[in-house]
């Protein structure tokens, strides 16, 4: 990882568990608690909330602002992993370099992390005082117009489209984890920006399916090759491999060109594309 990847990721670790500590999840009973608070650790890219930090950085928000919208981001995250995990939908033993969450505390405790985790979600967003209609593009993004629907396609045999799936399912969050940030400094979201995000996180689903097409286990945090042995609906298995690693690379290029003009004071935005098309290199 590029040392301001790094930096973010380390300095939102550091404050992500504090800021954890002072939330609602402290009422929670003890062993609830534990089992979220297990669920957020692990091996961790953080990359969603490092999005965030530096859109945040960006739009010219505070740092306070900025950890609690990153911090509902990875709530966010965490709660689809949980539950994408369950026996009834990936049925994976693993996330993050350890057990699931229902392998550690059973199946009705992983259900109710995922459930609390989307509260504390919302929760963040109020702290930071996210404006009406950032929390309602951010419940878009998750709902009906983005994640769930995308997880509902990936289980749906009969849905035929892997890109649309992944728009939806990965693509959404990793958009708004760079457009969220601007909704709270600005009252109009520019169009450019959301098509590079959303271009951003396509880019983040091909490099993710070479990963596990090509990388181990014990360097993913869960189990490699289960996309292809499930014959799930992988850009790989839409597009063949080698294709796969040119579009990577193509989208790459685009992002790195575009990211400078819409984002000329960010050079780790310029950076990402870089730094995701490496990681199956």
Same mark, same amino acid.
């Given at each position: 990882? *590029?040392?301001?990847?790094?930096?973010?990721? *380390?300095?939102?670790?550091?404050?992500?568990?504090?800021? +954890?500590?002072?939330?609602?999840?402290?009422?929670?009973?003890?062993?609830?608690? =534990?089992?979220? =608070?297990?669920?957020?650790?692990?091996?961790?890219?953080?990359?969603?909330? &490092?999005?965030?930090?530096?859109?945040?950085?960006? %739009?010219?928000?505070?740092?306070?602002?900025?950890?609690?919208?990153? %911090?509902?981001?990875?709530?966010?995250?965490?709660?689809?992993? &949980?539950?994408?995990?369950?026996? @009834?939908?990936?049925?994976?033993?693993?996330?993050?370099?350890?057990?699931?969450?229902?392998? /550690?505390?059973? =199946?009705?405790? @992983?259900?109710?992390?995922?459930?609390?985790? #989307?509260?504390? $979600?919302?929760?963040?967003?109020?702290?930071?005082? &996210?404006?009406?209609?950032?929390?309602?593009?951010? %419940?878009?993004?998750?709902?009906?117009?983005?994640?769930?629907?995308?997880?509902?396609?990936?289980?749906?045999? $009969?849905?035929?489209?892997?890109?649309?799936?992944?728009?939806?399912?990965?693509?959404?969050?990793?958009?708004?984890?760079?457009?969220?940030?601007?909704?709270? !400094?600005? =009252?109009?979201?520019?169009?450019?920006?959301?098509?590079? !995000?959303?271009?951003?996180?396509?880019?983040?689903?091909?490099?993710?399916? +070479?990963?596990?097409?090509?990388?181990?286990?014990?360097?993913?945090? /869960?189990?490699?090759?289960?996309?292809?042995? #499930?014959?799930? /609906?992988?850009?790989?298995?839409?597009?063949?491999?080698?294709?796969?690693?040119?579009?990577?690379?193509?989208?790459?290029?685009?992002? /790195?060109?575009?990211?400078? #003009?819409?984002?000329?004071?960010?050079?780790?935005?310029?950076?990402?594309?870089?730094?995701?098309?490496?990681?199956?290199?």
């Amino acid at each position: 990882m *590029s040392d301001p990847l790094y930096e973010l990721k *380390s300095r939102f670790e550091r404050d992500f568990f504090s800021l +954890l500590r002072r939330s609602s999840l402290k009422s929670a009973p003890p062993l609830l608690r =534990e089992a979220t =608070e297990y669920t957020l650790s692990g091996k961790n890219k953080r990359f969603r909330p &490092v999005l965030a930090l530096e859109a945040a950085r960006l %739009a010219g928000l505070n740092d306070t602002r900025a950890l609690r919208i990153a %911090a509902s981001l990875e709530c966010l995250h965490t709660y689809s992993l &949980v539950h994408d995990d369950l026996p @009834a939908m990936d049925d994976d033993d693993f996330r993050r370099g350890q057990l699931s969450c229902h392998k /550690k505390y059973g =199946e009705a405790t @992983a259900i109710l992390v995922g459930d609390l985790l #989307q509260s504390l $979600s919302f929760e963040f967003l109020a702290m930071a005082d &996210v404006p009406p209609a950032g929390v309602s593009y951010f %419940a878009r993004a998750i709902g009906a117009q983005g994640m769930v629907s995308g997880q509902f396609i990936d289980m749906d045999s $009969s849905e035929a489209s892997t890109l649309r799936m992944h728009r939806l399912k990965t693509g959404k969050l990793i958009e708004a984890a760079v457009v969220l940030p601007f909704f709270t !400094a600005e =009252e109009k979201i520019r169009l450019p920006l959301v098509r590079w !995000a959303r271009c951003l996180g396509l880019l983040f689903q091909i490099t993710d399916d +070479l990963l596990d097409a090509t990388g181990d286990s014990a360097a993913l945090g /869960k189990t490699a090759g289960k996309d292809a042995a #499930q014959n799930k /609906k992988t850009i790989v298995a839409a597009l063949g491999l080698k294709t796969a690693q040119r579009r990577s690379l193509e989208l790459a290029a685009a992002l /790195k060109i575009s990211a400078a #003009q819409i984002f000329p004071q960010s050079g780790l935005f310029a950076s990402l594309p870089s730094f995701l098309t490496n990681r199956h290199s």
